[in-house]
Structure formats: C-alpha cells, structure tokens
C-alpha cells in the first residue's frame, strides 16, 4: 500500500504493528504513533461520507477501528502487517434487499473503479455476510453494504461475541451457539433470495428450505439464549 | 454530522461513556485519543469514534453500542422476520 500520505513508513508501521500484537497492554507512545497514522484515514473520512451520501441519496455512517479490535486483528493473521489492515476507517450503509444491495454496490464500483469487492454473500466469513469495498481514497477506506436481514445477524453476533469472547465471530466459541448462529445465517440468506425472488418466483426448493428454518427457528433462539 | 466517542465495556455488554460532537469532528478525534490512553490497560474496553448524520442512525448502524441490552430486540426482529417469511411462504404456496 500506499504509505506516503501516513508520514510513516511502511516498515515504521509494521514494527508498530508487531509491538502492538505482542504487547499485553499498549505503550502510550504506540497509541500515539497509531493515532498519528489513524489521522489520514480521519481527515479522508468527511470527504468519502459526502461521496458516498450522494450516491445512495440516504444514510451512511462511518466508524474508525478500536484499538482492541487493530490488536485482535494483527493477532489473528499470519503475517500480522499493521500495514496491510484495509479497514482501519470504514462506512456502512443498510439497504432493505439483495436488489438494493447489488444496485448500490454496482454504483460504488463505478465511482471508485479500483476498488475490490469482496462479496461475502458466495463466500460467508464465519456466516457473516455483506459486501464489503475497499476503495483506494488514496489510503485503503472499506465500504460495508449489509441487507437489513445481514445487519440483524451482525449485530446479534456482535452482542453475543461479548457475551461468549470474540473467538464467536471467528469459528470458535460454544459449538451450539456457534453452529445456531450458523443456522440463523443461513436462514436470513434465503428469506432474502425470497424476498429478492419474489413469492411467485421461488422455487419449491427454497420455500421448502425456509419452512424447514422456521421450523427450527424456536430452537436455535432457546440456544442463542435470545430472550 | 455528527461524531460521536462511545466507551463500551465488552465483557459488562455496556457503554461506560459517551460525547456527542457536533460539527467538531476534529474535537472528537483528539477526544477519542485521550480516552484510549486512559483506558489503555483495559482490553476488554473498546474506545469507538462513529459518525453519522443523527445519533438515531448510529444507533442503527452500531446498535450494539448504543443499546447493549438489545439483545430482546434482536428476539423482536428475529420474530418479525419469521412472521414476514411465513406470510411470504403462504403466498408462495
């Protein structure tokens, strides 16, 4: 990447980086240094929100990532590159369906040409589902664009990583809980190709594989303990 | 636009603080710097830096933070969606 614009450099990041991952707590001059970088991702932020508020003409909002979050991220991967994280800054935006969701996506791609699209509808990351966008704005800015039904199980697992440890959200954590997060993904994923479908349109397939999740829908809240 | 800092406190699932930043958005970056320093040895605190055009979509957006306790909302939502399919399936069949 592009570090010209961080006033560090690529090796003075990723030295950060590594004292980051393998400390129990962060030196104040590390956090400092982190904010130093995490700054030009800050001062693109206004300008990215405007871009993208005229292209979906409603609301979008952004988040800049927790410190908690860089050092669980630079421990998960292999090699752990501060460098290499692409959404240290970010925007999400919540549409109402997959139509919407491809319509706004094919949108964003045209305004930003370069950017990589990530589409975690074919390839779920953990049951976590959403397109996500990264655009070269010239530092790595990733735009998530979630359906509602998307939203609903982010969050859920989100409030339910902090109950049972962050592991949840990435494979691990209580095997039920896991495996009905799992399910409820699955069946978010088909209410909305019904929905993208149309009732007319469905196959029997899929009405069947739906009646088969509202069938267990019951169980998999008694064991997500949503109450 | 508004920037707001939010302190959540994952293992208690609850905001410990937050300041909303109107139109300052620079005051809530140098805010949010402050808090992580004071927290630092806190790994189970998260110091967040969100923006948006109200404080009713972030709390959309990131609800998690805002409404840690939701978790019955997510019951709701998950009961709307069954009702919204079921409703769907019937006219499917």
Known sequence: ?227 | MIDVVVVYDRSAASMIEQHVYSGDPRAAFARRFELELAYRKRTDVEVVLVSGATLDDLKTSHARYFDPGAIRADRETADRHKKEIERLLDRAS
């Open chain 1, 1 to 227: 990447m592009n570090t010209e614009h961080t006033g560090l450099s690529k090796s003075q990041l990723d030295k950060l980086g590594s004292r980051l991952r393998n400390s129990t707590e962060p030196a104040n001059e590390d956090l400092a240094l982190l904010d130093r970088y995490r700054e030009q991702f800050f001062v693109l932020n206004d300008a990215v929100l405007g871009e993208l508020r005229k292209l979906t003409g409603s609301g979008v909002e952004s988040r800049h990532k927790s410190v908690p979050s860089i050092v669980a991220k630079l421990r998960r991967r292999q090699p752990a590159r501060l460098s290499a994280i692409q959404d240290l800054a970010g925007a999400r935006i919540i549409v109402w369906d997959l139509r919407a969701q491809d319509f706004l996506v094919e949108k964003i791609v045209g305004r930003y040409p370069d950017a990589t699209v990530d589409d975690k509808r074919l390839r779920p990351t953990f049951s976590y589902r959403a397109v996500h966008i990264v655009a070269d704005v010239p530092l790595p800015y990733e735009i998530q664009v979630r359906t509602l039904n998307q939203q609903t199980w982010a969050q859920l697992s989100e409030r339910l990583a902090d109950r049972y440890g962050f592991e949840l959200k990435y494979g691990g954590g209580p095997p039920d809980v896991a495996l009905a997060l799992t399910e409820y993904s699955d069946f978010l994923a088909a209410a909305d190709r019904l929905v993208a479908l149309g009732d007319e349109n469905a196959s029997d397939d899929l009405t069947g594989t739906i009646r088969a999740y509202v069938e267990r829908l019951p169980t998999l809240m008694e064991v997500l303990k949503i109450r």
